[in-house]
């Protein structure tokens, strides 16, 4: 009797498994891979910031703006970015030259951190799980 309870709740088990098998879509072969940041030594955060704070600058600035000017708007910026204050001096103290020098181009604040090597140049692939129930749905 023990054995047959045995017997189907194993049998059980393994149609529920095929049944839910979770299958992975469109990812790419980075699933031990550590997130960017992490790898860079960056911090998390430090990308956003990078981006609201050049966007701000740079709808304040005009083009007989200084160099000194466009540190002091920097410096403003990072004040007025919450939590990421700290975050954001760092990243003004140690990349300014290059920043004001990015700020003056006509460049996206994306394409000026990503030039910084803040942020990277595409976001890391969008991973969907996909029931089995629901592969005739999906064409799959």
């Not at 088990?13 to 997130?35: F, G, K, L, N, Q």
């Not at 709808?59 to 540190?71: F, G, R, Y």
């Not at 803040?118 to 999906?138: N, Q």
């Amino acid at each position: 009797m023990l054995r047959n309870v045995f017997l189907i709740t194993l049998l059980i088990c393994s149609a529920c498994a095929v049944h839910w098998e979770i299958r992975e879509v469109a990812s790419s072969d980075d699933v031990d891979e550590m997130p960017a940041d992490r790898m860079t030594g960056r911090k998390p955060g430090v990308c956003w910031v990078c981006k609201w704070v050049v966007k701000k600058v740079k709808k304040s600035i005009s083009t007989t703006s200084t160099p000194d000017e466009i540190k002091n708007k920097l410096l403003d910026a990072c004040d007025q970015s919450g939590f990421l204050k700290a975050q954001c001096k760092s990243l003004v103290s140690k990349d300014s030259s290059t920043l004001v020098e990015e700020i003056s181009t006509s460049d996206d604040p994306n394409t000026i951190c990503t030039n910084l090597n803040v942020c990277t140049s595409k976001p890391p692939p969008r991973k969907d799980f996909i029931l089995s129930s629901d592969r005739g749905f999906y064409n799959l």
